[in-house]
């Protein structure tokens, strides 16, 4: 779990500016944008019945040493009792 002051209230959208001081002997400032996409999944079950919802961006790990960023989208599908049939994920570039 993150410190609070690293946590921030809600979600975020994405294209949101990140900088990072003082946290790699080599680099005193690390900055960068997120990326602004949008993401969705959908669910189809053994019926034919179909559920989407958007994906949330609610996870950054940021990997100083190996100067990787990680993000996850979250998104949440109800499980129907005949099974889920098939999951389908899209993603592309949000315009502001």
Not at 44 to 71: K, Q
Request: glycine share 8%; net charge negative; aromatic share 8%.
């Amino acid at each position: 779990m993150a410190p609070p002051s690293l946590v921030t209230e809600g979600y975020l959208r994405g294209n949101e500016d990140v900088e990072l001081v003082a946290m790699h002997p080599e680099h005193e400032r690390f900055s960068f944008r997120l990326p602004n996409l949008l993401i969705a999944a959908a669910m189809t079950d053994h019926v034919g019945y179909r559920y989407g919802s958007p994906g949330r961006l609610d996870t950054i790990f940021i990997d100083m040493e190996a100067m990787r960023v990680s993000l996850v989208w979250r998104v949440v599908l109800p499980i129907y009792e005949d099974g889920v049939a098939r999951v389908d994920v899209a993603m592309c570039g949000r315009l502001e």
